[in-house]
């Protein structure tokens, strides 16, 4: 254990208060058949010394999170006491949320069976302990790896639809804060589920809540274990779905070609297994695919903690940045900009002795995420930094260059293409490509130079699934004819008779490919593409385009200006921030949940001032000529003469001006604000995002005088109903 998460861990005991340390509500060491007791004085709120857990508020909080959650209810833990009942995450409050999901899966059918797993994360193994044993007591089978042992989600995703299971739980928290845990849900796709999904969950935990009020109590059973409802022996035959996974990339990214194109690379890769989660899965991923002998690994120990990744003593506090290696931050005085979390990654040392030229493959702790980074020589600053890329000196010599994923999917699609028409497929079918709003406009630029149709959706990766669901559903309902499906910015789009996906992935770090084929379960279920990101595929296809560039003398920088270069691409700049209103990693949860509850309140502000104007517009209230104005009186240091459009985009607002685009949205429900913008001119992308993402929300004169305060206070419903109406459109 390394000196800082000693005064992290040591921060936590000495704030946890006596009587919650001592607190017992679920004793994973009994092995017995055993419960948990809900009475009507534990739905109060919790105080020292009393009998509360703050049920009821913990179930206020979940059905907030559920209709604005993009990656599963996600939460601060203690991590030293899990069954700490102020935190939003906690041993009772997961215990309710499988409750809740086992009675509804009941309903529908007999002996349902489902997967349970998790990543690194504190207390993550006894959170899927806890949800099998729970799913067992209910009569539903649940597949566990041997002794809780990690997995990355992509793998749980894919055995869920190839095994035809109903759905699973994985407990994860991407790369947020080692702090920080999630219970994502997935349904028999292996998708995230949709808020509609989540509202019949909720439905049954009051139901239990209105029972304990009624009749004054009520058990959630625990089964024993081992049961032979909790099996550990399918995953354990299959090689925890490796081989399966294997075959599954053979028929697309890991064809013959791009296998020996990785084996063919003098210079070997470099994977950064952050929080170790992936070293097990992709050592016998490699392995069955015969190229593990390309490729090298950091920190392949699991680590709670990661490492020590994006952590800080500020002040004797830990300070935590989490595990996005992508989040930068700019001197507003300077325009320089630093990157914090890749800062901690200690590459200096660990890369110094790479030669230039090595690619360098950087992981999340859960698996589903993939940056880009390669070595370059530090006479190709000039080049690095007028293509706007972000760079770590490592010596006097070399650079480490990260590629946004917004830049190196760019790239990868570009690749996957090239290789399509290489393999004669790409004249077969109607490709197509998916994306959020909140990545680069640069790929729809791509996607019109080289005429593909391009489909954008809401932030979150079930949004990606969920388009390609509905297309799926046309071509086995409607064979032979067009089909159509309506994008989040209201355009019909005609993606002909034939479509395959040729990318979906969003500018957080997720990707997946689609291939020429069905992808084909065990019952029978057929499928254009996996429902979840995946950084396992998303190796093989980026060391194939490395290896692609080896060979023909390129480096990733130079084939990234030559991509923008050869399509025309004017979105060349980009930024995202994220503004957060308090520190997430606070031992104090009073504190804590104060500092955040105001956040909360100036993030909604700032969310309704735009959603508002976007809304009132759609509505026929306002012109382009009033919203500019009134822009112009919130933001008197900006130009808005060039604003084209305003528009609701499912979670957030998107303005489009002649050369820039810039979205601005909250993060489901934590205290977290974020901007990203896209265009021709870096330092306007950087100052519009800052200036959107830190305003206060304040209406101005204009503002109220243009928007009625009926239409404004119910902004936040009006904008919810439209997106749900958005998911219900079949075409």
């Not at 000693?6 to 919650?20: A, G, Y």
């Not at 009520?218 to 299959?238: A, G, V």
């Not at 060039?642 to 993060?667: M, W, Y």
Request: charge should be neutral; hydrophobic fraction near 35%.
């Amino acid at each position: 254990m390394s000196e800082l998460e000693k005064i992290f861990l040591n921060q936590v005991d000495k704030e946890t208060p006596d009587d919650i340390k001592s607190l017992v509500v679920v004793n994973l060491d009994n092995k017995t058949n055993c419960g948990i007791e809900l009475t009507i004085d534990r739905l109060k709120d919790h105080l020292t010394g009393g009998t509360g857990l703050g049920i009821s508020k913990w179930l206020s909080n979940y059905e907030k999170e559920s209709k604005a959650s993009t990656g599963g209810i996600r939460g601060v833990q203690n991590p030293l006491y899990p069954q700490d009942v102020r935190y939003p995450l906690n041993m009772l409050g997961v215990a309710l949320a499988t409750l809740g999901k086992s009675l509804v899966i009941n309903e529908n059918k007999q002996t349902p069976k489902k997967l349970a797993a998790c990543e690194v994360r504190y207390n993550s193994r006894r959170y899927v302990e806890l949800i099998a044993r729970i799913q067992a007591s209910q009569g539903i089978k649940t597949l566990v790896t041997e002794n809780f042992e990690t997995i990355p989600i992509w793998l749980v995703s894919f055995l869920i639809f190839m095994l035809d299971l109903d759905g699973g739980e994985y407990v994860t928290s991407s790369h947020a804060i080692s702090k920080k845990i999630a219970t994502k849900d997935l349904n028999n796709q292996g998708s995230q589920y949709s808020p509609e999904e989540y509202s019949r969950f909720i439905t049954k935990i009051k139901g239990v809540v209105d029972q304990v009020e009624r009749e004054g109590k009520y058990t959630i059973r625990l089964s024993e274990i081992p049961n032979s409802y909790i099996d550990d022996r399918t995953l354990k035959n299959l090689d925890n779905g490796v081989p399966l996974y294997a075959d599954y990339l053979r028929r697309g990214v890991a064809n013959d070609l791009n296998l020996q194109t990785v084996k063919n690379l003098k210079n070997k890769l470099v994977v950064e297994c952050m929080g170790g989660c992936m070293y097990k899965t992709l050592t016998a991923l490699f392995a069955e695919l015969k190229i593990s002998d390309r490729f090298i690994f950091l920190r392949k120990e699991e680590d709670p903690f990661f490492h020590g990744v994006g952590k800080y003593l500020e002040k004797d506090k830990i300070f935590d940045w989490g595990c996005d290696s992508t989040i930068v931050n700019v001197n507003y005085n300077d325009w320089k900009i630093s990157t914090p979390v890749l800062n901690t990654m200690d590459y200096e040392t660990l890369l110094k002795d790479y030669p230039i030229g090595t690619t360098v493959l950087i992981t999340d702790p859960d698996g589903d995420r993939l940056v880009t980074a390669c070595i370059e020589s530090a006479e190709c600053l000039p080049k690095i930094d007028a293509l706007g890329l972000i760079n770590l000196k490592i010596s006097d010599d070399k650079l480490l260059v990260m590629f946004t994923p917004n830049q190196s999917f760019l790239m990868t699609f570009d690749f996957q293409a090239k290789s399509l028409k290489d393999s004669g497929l790409w004249n077969k079918y109607d490709w197509f490509l998916l994306k959020t709003t909140a990545s680069q406009t640069s790929w729809d630029e791509w996607g019109e130079e080289n005429k593909i149709t391009v489909v954008n959706t809401p932030v979150g990766f079930k949004e990606l699934a969920d388009i390609i669901q509905k297309i799926e559903h046309r071509l086995e309902n409607f064979p032979n004819e067009d089909v159509f499906i309506t994008d989040i910015f209201s355009k019909r789009i005609n993606l002909g008779k034939n479509p395959r996906l040729l990318f979906a992935g969003e500018e957080s770090g997720g990707e997946i490919l689609g291939i020429a084929d069905f992808i084909t379960s065990s019952s029978g279920r057929k499928a254009l593409s996996m429902r979840e990101k995946s950084a396992g595929e998303a190796m093989i296809v980026t060391a194939a385009m490395a290896g692609w560039l080896e060979k023909n003398g390129k480096t990733l920088v130079n084939h990234l200006s030559d991509i923008l270069a050869k399509n025309n691409i004017k979105s060349r700049f980009e930024i995202r921030i994220d503004h957060k209103y308090y520190n997430e990693n606070e031992p104090n949860i009073e504190l804590l949940l104060k500092e955040k509850e105001v956040g909360i309140g100036i993030r909604t502000d700032n969310d309704r001032f735009f959603l508002s104007i976007a809304l009132a517009k759609e509505a026929g209230m306002l012109s382009m000529d009033q919203i500019k104005k009134l822009l112009s009186e919130a933001f008197t240091d900006l130009d808005f003469k060039d604003l084209t459009d305003i528009q609701f985009v499912g979670d957030g607002t998107f303005l489009r001006f002649q050369n820039k685009c810039v979205e601005v949205r909250p993060s489901g429900t934590d205290a977290i604000n974020k901007a990203y913008a896209y265009g021709n001119d870096r330092k306007e992308c950087v100052l519009y995002a800052q200036r959107f993402v830190s305003y206060s929300g304040t209406r101005t004169k204009l503002h109220r005088d243009l928007i009625p305060s009926d239409f404004y206070d119910s902004v936040k419903e009006t904008a919810y109903n439209k997106y749900i109406q958005y998911r219900n459109k079949t075409s």
